[in-house]
């Protein structure tokens, strides 16, 4: 049978095996707490700067084998009709030049060489495509000749509203496929990545049908 002193040394070892108990289930409370804050924010991955000019319109880029002088940016909004939700697009001017000094071939502008690109963690909006002249799809663009006046559109929310606005440039290379995989070893254009980022300024047109 256990003596007074036993029972009472017992009693007190079970109160701090308890304190302790606490205080470590209350760090590691705290721990989970952190970690969920830091994932929230961004996560464990170190923050960045942009590793490509940031230019402001009116900006000329050369990226792979066409340059392009962006010039201005609209958010065009389509009012709700009886028919028809209401809609809006963001369209980008520029004017486009081939400058593909490797094959001096003609080829038409390859929308998905424009992004849009929202910040703030969205995902980047591909191009609906390029049109030059107007709205000619399609429009090939001769090694030599002058820029051409060209557009390209992006799908945005009904309510998007924006002072500045990004749009981020591909550029291809001119480079063969790599040998050892038993590609194709001539070079041609191909593996694209970012080349630059413009920032424009855009207006609000107000597209009610009444023009066409």
Not at 17 to 23: L, Q, S, T
């Amino acid at each position: 049978m256990e003596s007074l002193d036993e029972v009472i040394d017992a009693m007190i070892a079970d109160r701090v095996i308890h304190r302790h108990r606490r205080i470590w289930l209350l760090v590691i409370a705290l721990v989970v707490v952190a970690v969920l804050v830091v994932l929230a924010t961004g996560g464990w991955k170190e923050k960045k700067g942009r590793t490509v000019p940031t230019l402001t319109a009116p900006a000329t880029v050369t990226a792979g084998r066409y340059e392009y002088s962006f010039t201005k940016a609209e958010i065009v909004r389509k009012p709700k009709t009886e028919y028809d939700a209401a809609e809006a697009t963001l369209k980008v001017y520029f004017d486009a030049k081939n400058v593909d000094t490797e094959e001096h071939a003609s080829h038409r502008i390859d929308g998905d060489l424009l992004l849009f690109v929202p910040g703030h963690g969205e995902e980047n909006v591909d191009s609906d495509g390029v049109a030059c002249h107007g709205d000619k799809i399609g429009w090939v663009l001769v090694y030599g000749l002058p820029p051409e006046s060209c557009s390209t559109t992006f799908k945005v929310a009904p309510d998007f509203a924006a002072d500045e606005i990004e749009i981020g440039v591909l550029q291809e290379h001119y480079e063969s496929d790599n040998e050892a995989l038993g590609a194709n070893d001539n070079p041609y254009w191909h593996n694209e990545n970012p080349a630059a980022v413009v920032r424009l300024a855009p207006k609000v047109v107000i597209d009610d049908g009444k023009d066409k």
